[in-house]
């Protein structure tokens, strides 16, 4: 019987659903737990490539109870679009198997257009996914924003609600139209959305929905007395508001303890904090990035690695390993393991560069300082040049691989227990049990 949290260590996309998902092999539920359909978790399974924003990983086994959590903000169209997709595609969701928590927020159309109406106004862009995640939040924080347990509640009840919460968009639309036209901007106005609209997209949905939300705590109790259960985050440490990248960062706190928080389970149950990273950097959307390449190598790398958004389809930027970022994150996330993955991708360079120190003010340092932009990587190289391919065990890498990976371990002063060499399930190495 374990908790564990699966979080991210770089800038999301380190392949957390397919760690979470082979954790959940063993798991009696599995947890989703913060951000919304501004995540993209891609698990290859049973021959098969699932591409999920808002559904836990294991949704794929029938057997695991999977749960979305009070700190997910769900848009509740690619929500029911997702569950009617996957069964079309023969994966069972069912009372039995399947829950939402009544608490969690929704996403509604006008948070998409208060997402654009922000960048619009925001000098740097902070390039989100324009899923409509910072708006849901900030209208949570607001304490107007409605939860699954609205929409249970009846007509009357749910109109009330969104007149309500409709009241600063129907403002702040009016406001950006006028602003648009007095400069003339090419931005497309935004929409009057009436209670009416939203009352309707609400019915379309919910007849999908309805029948999963209710008090996961339930389940939470029953399972942790009696198996595992695994807690699966979203986006990561540096796009966590507090500890990242702020402002180019996400509105959640999908760092471990924003995780374990969003998935209503304490810190004291915690057993394990697997942090996933990839065995170099990507980051989509704005923000520093000290690793950064560019030209070829940055698109031989993007291209080996696949790297283009699950969600947004957006070409990500591309960078060698940070172990700088990886370090900083080490105690911030209570880390007791790690996941390495894209060990295959990484081994196709004749030499790898990473970055074990950034030089910042005429130093070297090895912290993250707050105006990471200035930083300069410092970077030590490593022979790469190896296939990874057909290997079942750590000892079966080529020496080199397993060099990079001692490397690793010894530079954050973690294990690492999973190892990716391909995007399969059975591309999974075990390290350290
Ligand atoms: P977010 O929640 O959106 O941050 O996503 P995520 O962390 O679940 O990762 P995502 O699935 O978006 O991106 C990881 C990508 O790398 C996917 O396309 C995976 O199939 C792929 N992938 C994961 N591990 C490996 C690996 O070891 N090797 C290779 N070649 N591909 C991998
Ligand atoms: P938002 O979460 O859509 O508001 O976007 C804020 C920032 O987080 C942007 O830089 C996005 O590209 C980034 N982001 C959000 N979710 C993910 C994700 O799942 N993977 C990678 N980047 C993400
Ligand atoms: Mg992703």
Request: net charge negative.
């Amino acid at each position: 019987m374990a908790v564990k949290i699966v979080v991210g260590l770089q800038y999301g996309d380190e392949g957390k659903g397919r760690a979470s998902h082979y954790e959940s092999k063993k798991a009696l539920v599995v947890i989703r737990a913060t951000g919304g359909a501004n995540a993209g978790h891609t698990v290859v399974a049973n021959g098969k490539k699932y591409a999920m924003h808002l559904l836990p990983s294991s949704i794929i086994r029938p057997e695991v109870i999977s749960l979305i959590g009070p700190g997910v903000v769900a848009d509740i169209k690619i929500l029911a679009e997702e569950i009617t997709q996957m069964r079309e595609a023969g994966v069972q969701i069912e009372y039995n198997n399947f829950g939402i928590s009544e608490r969690a927020h929704l996403v509604l159309p006008h948070h998409k257009q208060l997402d654009r109406l922000y960048e619009m106004l925001k000098r740097e862009k902070v390039g989100t996914t324009g899923r409509g995640i910072g708006p849901a939040y900030e209208e949570k924080a607001r304490r107007t924003n409605l939860r699954m347990y609205d929409l249970l509640q009846g007509e009357k009840h749910l109109v009330s609600k969104l007149e309500e919460n409709l009241k600063v968009y129907e403002f702040l639309a009016e406001k950006a139209n006028e602003f648009i036209k007095e400069y003339n901007l090419e931005e497309t106005i935004f929409p009057r959305i009436c209670v009416e609209e939203e009352y309707q997209h609400c019915l379309k949905y919910i007849s999908v929905i309805r029948e999963f939300i209710g008090d996961i705590s339930e389940e939470i109790d029953y399972a942790i007395t009696r198996g595992d259960i695994i807690i699966e985050g979203a986006q990561s440490f540096w796009l966590d508001n507090d500890h990242g990248d702020y402002p180019m960062s996400t509105s959640s706190n999908p760092n471990a303890s924003g995780t374990a928080s969003g998935a209503g389970i304490g810190p004291t149950l915690v057993d394990e904090v697997i942090g996933v990273m990839k065995a170099y950097t990507s980051r989509v959307g704005n923000g520093p990035f000290v690793c950064k390449i560019d030209g070829e190598v940055s698109e031989q790398l993007r291209k080996l690695g696949g790297e283009y958004g699950t969600t947004t389809g957006r070409p990500r930027d591309v960078g060698w390993l940070d172990l700088v970022m990886i370090n900083h994150a080490k105690n911030p996330s209570g880390l007791t393991c790690l996941c390495v993955n894209h060990l295959d991708t990484i081994g196709k360079f004749d030499t790898i560069p990473v970055c074990v120190a950034y030089r910042y003010k005429g130093k070297e340092i090895q912290r993250v300082p707050i105006d990471k932009e200035k930083c300069k990587p410092v970077y030590r190289n490593f022979k790469g040049g190896w296939s990874t391919k057909g290997a079942t065990s750590f000892e079966e890498l080529p020496k080199e691989a397993q060099d990079y990976i001692n490397f690793i371990e010894e530079y954050v002063g973690v294990p690492v227990k999973y190892i990716g060499i391909g995007p399969d399930e059975k591309q999974t190495i075990i390290k350290q049990s």
